[in-house]
């Protein structure tokens, strides 16, 4: 058979080179061997190829006219490749021109090392992937088994290499497929779990990488984004928390892995980090807490969603025990309209900056409002928004803010303060408790100089700057005034009568916090009394009932009632039954079987209506990652986008028949299934048929179970 080799490129030598250097080259490729995963049959194989172009090399003649042969090749293949350029057909086609060795069929099996070698990968699996048509294990003959199994290691390994290639590229999503695709092979095969385990590893570690990739695509690329937020959201469950002590066997430690975080904010959406930060605040964890805080009050703000600001003021209540968030609470309370609680929480702040610049910009004031709405204003402007995507544009106006019907509306019918939500007041002991001593703590617990200068690891940016005084578990804060600042927020004059703008015949929502604070309190003696009369009354009803029970007893007793029958009996038929019965509920199947056949098939047949929908005339994109995982999914969702961009779909017919289906016998999660597939396809371009096609196909499909569902992680067409 003809590869596309030459004796130069087996020794990694040009056509210049002299005497000497071929001699060394062979020396230097003799000692290089193969990774020791080969056969013996394979590194004999390459060392044929070797010693043979060395022989020819070595020898003056035999060197001239090798020469000959192949500088007329050459020269014919430019002559061939400049013919093509002059009318237009483009590149030549592959044919007997190209340099190129013939070696017998035994040799490709040391042929394809070397080709690894050179870095040849796509080659590799142009030239090995044929060789791996799916045949039981039983008709394989001793050398046919070891001929496939080093087939099987050198397509996996250029997989492995593709991926570090295109990993170095800054093509990260590419990457993952390449290992995904090396992993199924060798999972399908059964073989080489150490080259198996080099590539999980490498995915691991490229998991930060692909979710910044996918979280920075635009956000109308749904799907894909989608994929990077749960990515993320698996790093963290493998973390044990955002600040927690698990491996992820990304390399990242909890320093690195809160920077991640905090450059990863940028690209996700308010409402994806609300999401995620509450979700995560339940374990409970400090960071996410904050967090979370922040996405609420951003959006709440943003949307005009009180109700969001509220949820973040529940949640600074549990981090008020422990931390100095008073100003948070302050702003929270001055966006809820509850302006008097919004002081006294600025009464409790021990943070002194920011309470002066509140001062300087409140004198003449008989309260701190004035100053705490200049601060809210640029707090939001400068240090919540420009953490969301989708609000790093937005102005931050308290006039307007007030003055939108909605938030009235949601001010007015929020829930009464109960004893909980109100405790803004925190002794001051409780407050002095010292955080959680966490490797999360340290990591943030910087000075402010420090925190300026430090550098993120090579492979991230670094975080933006923190806040000095903020609680020790902070990623972001609140901003530092400045020196020069001073007058009302954004331009807006506020009278001190009316700090939030508001118009008087507005709903005084904004206000009446401080007035149902004023309310007399009721006597307690009325209270008692009340109480007293409604026990009472409890107490006779009780002893009524219970007297009446006896004396319908002893009446029983003595026969002097009888029962009343109806004398037309109860009203039943027999056509239904006299009361509804609850549906019989079939038992659920074991999440954790292994796959059997009627699975398989109906899994397979799921991907085959799937695969019409999405790259039919309606263009359902969706639907695929809800069959596909993995290599599969990346490929066919790029597929069906470019389909649906360029106006050309197709039309399916399927017919399935099930064959062999082999679970794994290491994890009862992954499966192989051999199908015959009959697909009666026609493209659609321009809205017009251009092509048909009528396949008979054997595939090998890549079965794996995620979340007790089963989907396609890859297929081989035989």
């Known amino acids: 058979m003809l590869i596309p080799l030459d004796y130069y490129r087996i020794l990694g030598l040009p056509i210049q080179a002299t005497a000497e250097q071929i001699q060394q080259a062979y020396r230097d490729r003799s000692r290089q061997m193969p990774r020791r995963e080969y056969s013996e049959m394979a590194v004999r194989a390459r060392k044929q190829l070797i010693d043979e172009a060395y022989e020819v090399l070595s020898d003056p003649d035999g060197r001239a006219r090798y020469d000959a042969t192949f500088l007329s090749k050459t020269y014919d293949l430019d002559e061939t490749e400049a013919d093509a350029s002059e009318n237009g057909t483009g590149a030549p086609r592959e044919d007997a021109q190209t340099p190129s060795l013939d070696i017998e069929d035994e040799q490709l099996v040391g042929a394809l090392p070397i080709f690894l070698e050179l870095g040849e990968y796509e080659l590799v699996l142009k030239l090995g992937r044929p060789h791996l048509v799916h045949r039981p294990k039983d008709e394989l003959s001793g050398t046919e088994a070891v001929r496939r199994a080093d087939f099987v290691l050198t397509v996996a390994v250029a997989y492995l290499e593709m991926g570090r290639e295109q990993w170095q590229q800054s093509q990260y999503e590419r990457a993952a497929s390449c290992l ?74 909890v320093d690195d892995f809160l920077r991640f975080v905090q450059q990863l904010r940028q690209y996700m959406t308010a409402a994806e980090q609300q999401l995620l930060f509450e979700m995560e605040a339940r374990r409970p964890s400090a960071v996410a807490t904050y967090l979370a805080v922040y996405a609420l009050v951003g959006r709440g703000f943003a949307e005009r969603q009180p109700g969001l600001i509220y949820r973040a003021k529940l949640l600074l209540i549990q981090l008020g025990r422990r931390q100095d968030v008073h100003l948070e609470q302050a702003i929270c309370a001055l966006l809820l309209g509850q302006t008097e609680q919004a002081t006294r929480a600025l009464e409790l702040s021990q943070e002194e900056s920011p309470i002066t610049f509140i001062r300087e910009n409140s004198q003449g004031s008989p309260d701190l409002l004035p100053g705490l709405c200049l601060y809210g204003e640029r707090w939001l402007q400068e240090e919540v928004f420009p953490h969301f995507r989708d609000l790093a544009n937005q102005t931050a106006s308290l006039k307007d803010y007030f003055a939108d019907p909605q938030v009235q509306t949601h001010l007015e019918n929020l829930p009464p303060e109960t004893e909980e939500s109100n405790q803004w007041v925190v002794s001051a002991t409780q407050t002095a408790l010292p955080p959680p001593d966490s490797t999360a703590v340290g990591a943030v617990r910087t000075a402010p100089e420090t925190r300026r200068t430090a550098t993120a690891p090579s492979s991230f940016q670094s975080p933006q700057p923190l806040r000095s005084s903020a609680p020790s578990w902070q990623v972001t804060g609140t901003p530092q005034p400045s020196p020069s600042s001073g007058g009302s927020p954004g331009g807006v004059n506020l009278p001190l009568t009316n700090p939030f703008g508001l118009d008087e015949d507005a709903p005084p929502s904004a206000r009446r916090s401080g007035r149902r604070s004023r309310r007399p309190r009721r006597g307690l003696k009325i209270d008692r009394l009340v109480i007293a009369i409604i026990v009472g009354l409890v107490g006779l009803t009780l002893l009524g009932f219970i007297l009446t029970s006896i004396l319908g007893g002893l009446a029983a007793m003595l026969g002097l009632s009888e029962p009343k029958i109806d004398e037309n009996g109860l009203d039943i038929g027999i056509a239904e039954a006299p009361v509804e019965l609850p549906e019989k509920r079939e ?65 399916y017919q399927h017919d399935l028949n099930i064959g062999e289906v082999t679970p794994d016998a290491e994890n009862p999660n992954r499966a192989v299934a051999a199908a015959q597939v009959r697909e009666q396809a026609t493209l659609y371009e321009g809205g017009q048929p251009t092509t048909e096609r009528d396949d008979n196909l054997n595939v090998m499909y890549e079965l794996v179970r995620s979340n007790g569902t089963w989907k396609i992680q890859d297929w081989v067409v035989e």
Do not use: C
């Not at 690329?221 to 990077?228: A, I, L, N, S, T």
């Not at 993320?232 to 044990?240: A, F, G, K, N, V």
């Not at 038992?587 to 796959?595: F, G, K, M, S």
């Not at 066919?636 to 197709?650: D, F, I, K, S, V």
């Open 180 to 253: 995904e695709a090396g992993q199924a092979l060798l999972l399908r095969e059964g073989l080489f779990p150490q080259v198996r385990g080099e590539m999980q590893a490498d995915l691991y570690k490229l998991r930060p990488y692909r979710v910044l990739e996918l979280l920075s695509l635009p956000l109308d690329r749904d799907v894909p984004r989608q994929r990077g937020l749960q990515l993320l959201r698996d790093m963290i469950q493998e973390r044990s928390g955002i600040d927690g002590s698990g491996d992820d066997r990304s390399g990242l430690d």
């Open 587 to 651: 038992t659920a199947a074991d999440a954790n079987a292994p796959i059997d056949t009627e699975t398989a098939r109906a899994t397979i047949q799921n991907w085959l209506d799937v695969k019409a929908d999405a790259m039919g005339s309606d263009h359902q994109i969706d639907k695929i990652q809800e069959i596909l995982t993995g290599p599969a999914l990346t490929e066919w969702q790029a597929l069906a986008e470019r389909a649906q961009t360029n106006g050309w779909y197709w039309e």
